[in-house]
């Protein structure tokens, strides 16, 4: 979505909720987009920009952080 031009960064976080969401045995902890270098809670897409997600499924919490730099 970011690299067509997607510039709030609240819809990419929606879109990967449903997304993830789609998966019946997936508890979203958090998804959030992140300013990489300040690491506060960002509304439009800046680069750097870090995702980080944290999910349940069934008994185990997955972690996952990864940057937006193009």
Do not use: H, S
């Not at 976080?13 to 960002?42: F, H, R, S, W």
């Amino acid at each position: 979505m970011v690299e067509d031009g997607e510039t709030d960064a609240d819809v990419v976080v929606n879109a990967m909720k449903k997304l993830i969401e789609t998966e019946p045995l997936a508890k979203i902890d958090y998804v959030k987009a992140v300013d990489g270098l300040t690491m506060q809670q960002i509304k439009t897409v800046k680069k750097p920009m870090l995702v980080a997600i944290a999910v349940y499924i069934g008994k185990t919490r997955l972690i996952d952080n990864f940057m937006v730099t193009t």
